[in-house]
């Protein structure tokens, strides 16, 4: 059984709320908002499976 550290999650959390207020469309690198989102998303994804083990 895994023990979860909450701290660590919360911190996590914490970046990701920080990186996603920032989000936005780039007219100078349309690319970076998608690149910046699927980051997101795959942190979001890895740290739901971490916390469901």
Known sequence: ?????????????????RRLRRLCPDHHDPHRFHEEKSEIAFELTKLGRS???
Request: hydrophobic letters at 40%; zero cysteines.
């Open 1 to 17: 059984m895994k023990t979860t550290d909450w701290r660590h999650v919360s911190e996590v959390l914490e970046d990701l709320v």
């Open 51 to 53: 916390i469901s083990e």
